[in-house]
């Protein structure tokens, strides 16, 4: 009776464990995203909003260097994805903005899960950070990233042509997972385009 009652707390501390494990896993790879972006394509004059995603997270390289990843759908298998790097952090009333300013590269990949094909588009823009690097979650501004499509699948419609992204998101901050992040990405598109892609997380 006692073995058995002894079994039986252990089995129940063993599910406890693997709830823990599992909420902590999911926490490390997700972030909820409340961002607002839209497109506007240079021959199209209206604006296409992409809203935010499911996934957003971000992590920082000292004071001023950050990488952030925001996906919609599972990491594993995104609808799409949205990849930006900032290298120098502005200061506010200190730094000139003008409609060239850059310090953002930016890289918004689209899936057509139906077709099975995949468009990357890639440029720069300007990102301002409302928030510390430090905090547990980023609020950042995106202006004037411009948009060209540098690669795809073959087959693959691209809706956008030559464009610009601009709005904000949310994402949360997670320097473990970033580079499995940035891995499953890599893999998604790797297994659509069929030839090895790699994009590094810093």
């Known amino acids: 009776m006692i073995r058995h009652r002894t079994l039986k707390r252990l089995a129940s501390f063993l599910?406890?464990?693997?709830?823990l494990w599992t909420s902590g896993c999911s926490w490390q790879t997700t972030g909820a995203s409340k961002g607002d972006l839209q497109i506007s394509s240079r021959t199209n004059p209206e604006s296409i909003k992409i809203g935010g995603f499911d996934h957003a997270i971000y992590a920082s390289h000292g004071k001023s260097i950050l990488t952030a990843v925001l996906t919609d759908g599972p990491i594993d298998h995104p609808k799409r994805a949205?990849?930006?790097?900032?290298?120098?952090?502005?200061?506010?009333?200190a730094t000139p903005l003008d409609e060239t300013a850059t310090n953002a590269t930016v890289q918004y990949i689209v899936f057509d899960r139906v077709n099975n094909t995949v468009g990357i588009y890639s440029g720069?823009?300007?990102?301002?950070?409302?928030?510390?690097?430090?905090?547990?979650?980023?609020?950042?501004?995106?202006?004037?990233?411009?948009?060209?499509?540098s690669e795809k699948s073959e087959g693959f419609e691209d809706t956008y042509g030559p464009s610009l992204m601009t709005g904000r998101f949310t994402a949360s901050r997670n320097?473990?997972?970033?580079?499995?992040?940035?891995?499953?990405?890599?893999?998604?598109v790797s297994e659509v385009l069929g030839v090895p892609?790699?994009?590094?997380a810093d």
């Open 124 to 149: 720069g823009g300007f990102l301002f950070p409302e928030t510390d690097l430090t905090q547990s979650t980023l609020h950042a501004n995106l202006w004037q990233a411009t948009l060209n499509l």
């Open 15 to 19: 599910m406890l464990l693997m709830a």
């Open 175 to 188: 320097d473990e997972y970033l580079p499995e992040a940035v891995r499953q990405v890599n893999i998604a």
């Open 82 to 93: 949205l990849i930006v790097r900032m290298f120098w952090r502005p200061k506010a009333a």
């Open 197 to 200: 892609r790699f994009v590094h």
